[in-house]
């Protein structure tokens, strides 16, 4: 399957450039124009960071990190509990529930480094993915992240 591209990531807020979608990637790290993570322009809520797959996907988990450590006193953000929204057409979206109907909220992380993967109850099929973070530790909503699962087209291998 072909990677998802940079532009395939897309969020209802950026705080700046340099905290835009690009690093939102399981494992990025500061450059020279960017903070190696996203961080939200808004701090409520209602912020989201998506990804929309190349095909459909076969999704069973997230793996989430925080804003990456730089220096001693930088930037403390990670996000602690979020919900995970899916759509087969990148329009109409679902929250994940569990079996009695009710919104599953998903661990996150406890610190900035450490990869927290949370599984899904049951897995989706999705176009695209939404991560809706509820609760936050920092001044940002910040956060990279990586989904876990399989295009639908391996899967049928």
């Known amino acids: 399957m072909e990677p998802v591209s940079d ?17 939102s990637r399981l494992d990025s ?20 960071i998506q990804v929309q797959f190349n095909c459909p996907y076969h999704v069973i988990g997230v793996a989430m990190q925080g804003r990456p450590i730089v220096g001693v006193d930088c930037c403390n953000q990670h996000v602690t509990a979020y919900k995970l929204l899916y759509s087969g057409d990148c329009v109409n979206f679902l ?3 569990d079996s009695s109907g009710s919104d599953v909220i998903l661990d996150g992380n406890t610190d900035q480094d450490t990869v927290v993967t949370s599984m899904l109850p049951s897995p989706v099929t999705a176009l695209c993915v939404r991560i809706n973070p509820v609760t936050w530790i920092g001044d940002h909503i910040s956060m990279r992240f990586d989904i876990l699962g399989c295009s639908m087209n391996e899967q049928q291998h």
């Open 7 to 23: 532009d395939q990531i897309t969020a209802s807020s950026v705080h700046s450039e340099a905290h835009d979608t690009r690093g």
């Open 29 to 48: 790290v500061p450059t020279n124009s960017h903070v190696g993570a996203w961080a939200a322009g808004t701090t409520d809520a209602n912020q989201y």
């Open 95 to 97: 929250t994940i529930r």
